[in-house]
């Protein structure tokens, strides 16, 4: 009961800030006023950023959510969303992308998300326009279609299907080598967002190297997973208890030195 009426009155605190955030993201004739200064909004943000576990009243554990090809969405699976600008989010986490967005414009860096919420059939066509390029190149068909599993999450499989994850300006991985990759290497982790995909992780997530891609685990489990250096899977395996994935993360790590 108490957690229901802390994320209620989380609701309705964060509602005129979504609306003034959105302001700053929408056209300006679809907010009609804006009854707080931005400085005050300036300050939520600073406020949200730094709080930790429990801090801010709400409980986003339910963000700690595993989502690959073993672990796929229920079939059907539709969430809840909320504009970001052009584009749309889970809408129980779209005001700490939109936070994350002004801050950094604050800090004179512009993120500009080119993907976040991406439907089933969205999803399906981008599987199968890499894959036909992979044959066009060459590949023969079981080879285009391990290159593609690399690249592409198949339907159900990605983040993107949830709407918990959000692609940043250029999908390349020479994004790495941009102030704005530095700036959310440093701060991402204070709105509850993970780089997702790092280097050298294939083998543990499935996916290649996305500096681009950033997820949604909310505030507490971003800033363990930054501070312990795991990926997602190697987290979960270890708040398990499961040893395999703290073992093969080890071995990386040691062969790193
Ligand atoms: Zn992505």
Same mark, same amino acid.
């Given at each position: ?8 009155? *989380?609701?309705?605190?964060?509602? #005129? &800030? /979504? ?5 700053? /993201? @929408? ?6 006023? &804006?009854?707080? #200064?931005?400085?005050? &909004? ?25 989502? +690959?090809?073993? +672990? #796929?969405? #229920? ?19 779209? /005001? ?52 593609? /599993? ?33 700036? @959310? ?14 280097? +050298? ?5 499935? &996916? ?5 891609? *950033? ?11 930054? +501070? ?20 093969? *993360? ?8």
């Amino acid at each position: 009961m108490m957690n229901k009426l802390k994320k209620l009155c *989380f609701i309705i605190a964060a509602l #005129p &800030i /979504v609306v003034l955030l959105a302001s700053q /993201v @929408l056209p300006k004739q679809k907010v009609a006023t &804006i009854a707080e #200064p931005v400085s005050a &909004i300036e300050a939520r943000a600073r406020e949200l950023a730094s709080l930790t576990a429990g801090e801010d009243g709400i409980d986003n554990s339910w963000a700690l959510w595993l989502i +690959n090809a073993k +672990n #796929p969405l #229920p079939y059907g699976y539709l969430p809840e969303l909320r504009s970001i600008g052009v584009l749309e989010f889970d809408s129980r986490a779209a /005001v700490y992308a939109l936070l994350m967005i002004m801050e950094a414009r604050n800090a004179g860096v512009t993120l500009t998300p080119v993907s976040a919420y991406r439907s089933v059939e969205r999803q399906s066509a981008n599987f199968e326009s890499f894959y036909n390029n992979a044959l066009n190149e060459g590949y023969s068909p079981a080879e285009a279609f391990e290159l593609t /599993v690399a690249n592409i999450a198949v339907p159900y499989a990605s983040e993107h299907n949830a709407g918990l994850a959000i692609d940043f300006n250029t999908v390349e991985e020479e994004f790495d080598q941009t102030d704005e990759f530095n700036w @959310l290497s440093d701060n991402a982790r204070k709105f509850g967002f993970i780089m997702r995909y790092p280097e +050298n992780a294939l083998e543990t997530t499935g &996916i290649i190297y996305e500096p681009w891609h *950033f997820r949604f685990v909310g505030l507490y489990h971003a800033k363990q997973i930054y +501070n312990s250096g795991l990926t997602l899977e190697e987290y979960i395996g270890y708040c398990r208890g499961d040893n395999t994935a703290v073992d093969a *993360f080890r071995e990386r790590f040691e062969k790193s030195f």
